[in-house]
Structures are given as C-alpha cells and as structure tokens.
C-alpha cells in the first residue's frame, strides 16, 4: 500500500523569498472576499476551489505563478501564457512580484474565474 503524501500551504511557502508569502498572503485575503474558497495544497501547486479550481498558485523563489481559468482567452501584456484547456476554459498564467499587482484589472479576472458556473 503505498502512502499518500498530504501537502500544505507551508511547504509551497518554505525556503522562498519573503516576498511570496506576502504575495499569497494578501492574495488569499482578498479572494475570501468572494465568497468560500478551498485550499487544496498539491505536490507542485495549490488549486483554489470554489464550484471546480478556478485559479492555481505556483510558488517561485521570489514570485508566483498565477494561473487565471476562465472561458475566454484574455488579451493582456500581464498574461505570460495562455493554455486552452477545453472547448470553453482557457488558463492564463500571470508573474506576481509586487504585492500592488494584486490590483482591481487581477481581481476582475479573479472574480470571474470564482464565479464560473462550468
């Protein structure tokens, strides 16, 4: 049998820079806002659920990954990268290294993300 190994939110934020816990910090304060969410720390990432995951945190040394799902594909200098995930969800992965990018534009996506119904 072998041994599922469970993940926290701390092991993402260990060894890191100040600056990421201060990221995902503030981040997860202002998406509580929306409403519940779910932390579901994984081995390479931390899903944040409200219906299904709508967004994904990839903890850097000095920043995050942030990965955006919504049914459109977004037209933005911030968006790094842009995977079509199926028919209608795209993931758009965005650099945090500033706590002032959490900004309204971020949490307009944020908030769409949340409140996707499928």
Do not use: C
């Not at 990221?23 to 579901?40: D, M, S, T, V």
């Not at 199926?86 to 959490?102: G, M, V």
């Amino acid at each position: 049998m072998t041994k599922t190994i469970e993940y926290t939110e701390l092991d993402h934020l260990k060894d890191k820079e100040h600056i990421v816990s201060d990221l995902y910090e503030k981040l997860i304060a202002q998406l509580k806002k929306f409403g519940p969410i779910k932390i579901e720390p994984k081995k390479t990432s931390i899903h944040l659920v409200n219906r299904f995951g709508f967004a994904g945190v990839y903890t850097r040394q000095s920043y995050i990954h942030l990965e955006v799902h919504l049914n459109y594909k977004l037209t933005s200098d911030r968006v790094l990268k842009v995977e079509q995930a199926s028919a209608n969800r795209f993931h758009h992965t965005i650099k945090l290294s500033s706590p002032k990018e959490i900004d309204k534009e971020l949490l307009t996506w944020l908030k769409q993300a949340y409140e996707l119904k499928k």
